[in-house]
């Protein structure tokens, strides 16, 4: 085969692309494989990259996380709207703690998934390791009397106000917010709804199947970090056998 450096065709782009089956995710390196499969183009690293940008930007693939992309079929990108509490919260960690990575999740994002909506709220704030119990005394001069650190499930619901605070500690692989990296993703959501030792008793057991399903249904999951994060949480074999209790297919591209 003979190959020449030339402009890039979009037709041939959009040829590879139509190769890729919908919502399957994959990687920069795949999709420059996908479209330069039965081409005599070679195209150099600058156009290859610019390909991937114009995909993007025209909305023929999206980013699901770091260099995981996909053809968008009926799944969207997981966003959640969060309430003014969360943000405000966010914003004084920042303001506090300007180099100390954290995520928030509030317990009302499951309203979408469950089938009994809930009510009064939690803020779940995940700190690095290191700065958990700095991250609470900052945190408790600010809300002091709703803010509990790492919480047994019976003191959670002694102490349980609207709006109520939970400290805890962030694993190193937790994948990071696509918008704000303060953001907590569905991926994370999900393995904490079923290896967590607090919010698996928070949340009714009776929505986890759905929960799941309509995750996997209706959202693009990076299969790959959720199984990386179990990895680092210690918790896989935990994760595997909810999955299997539950009878939730999860592909996992790690095995």
């Keep these: 085969m003979v190959f020449r450096r030339e402009k890039i065709d979009m037709q041939n782009i959009q040829k590879g692309l139509s190769a890729i089956e919908p919502g399957r995710t994959f990687s920069r390196e795949e999709y420059y494989a996908a479209i330069q499969n039965g081409s005599e183009i070679l195209l150099k690293e600058d156009a290859l990259a610019y390909s991937l940008r114009k995909s993007l930007s025209d909305g023929d693939i999206v ?3 770091w260099n995981q992309y996909a053809v968008p079929a009926k799944k969207r990108i997981y966003r959640h709207d969060y309430s003014e509490a969360a943000k405000e919260v ?8 300007s180099d100390v990575r954290f ?11 469950v089938n ?17 119990d700095y991250a609470f005394d900052a945190m408790k001069r600010e809300y002091a009397g709703r803010i509990m650190l790492k919480p047994s499930i019976t003191e959670y619901y002694r ?16 994948p990071k917010g696509l918008e704000q990296p ?20 928070i949340v009714p057991a009776g929505e986890y199947r759905n929960i799941f399903t309509d ?6 999951l990076d299969t790959k970090g959720m199984f ?6 210690g918790a896989e074999e935990k994760f595997r056998a909810f999955l299997e209790k539950y009878k939730i297919n999860l592909e996992d591209d790690e095995q």
């Design 159 to 174: 102490y349980l106000l609207d709006d109520e605070i939970v400290v805890g500690r962030l694993p190193s692989e937790s």
């Design 90 to 97: 966010a914003a004084k960690m920042q303001e506090a703690f």
């Design 215 to 220: 995750s996997i249904d209706r959202y693009f």
């Design 228 to 233: 990386r994060y179990t990895k680092r949480k």
């Design 182 to 201: 303060w953001e907590t993703r569905l991926e994370k959501i999900l393995v904490d709804i079923a290896v967590d030792k607090l919010l698996s008793q």
């Design 63 to 65: 980013r699901v996380s």
């Design 116 to 132: 009994h909506l809930i009510a009064h709220n939690t803020i779940f704030l995940y700190v690095e390791n290191d700065v958990v």
């Design 103 to 113: 995520q928030i999740f509030e317990l009302i994002q499951l309203n979408e998934f």
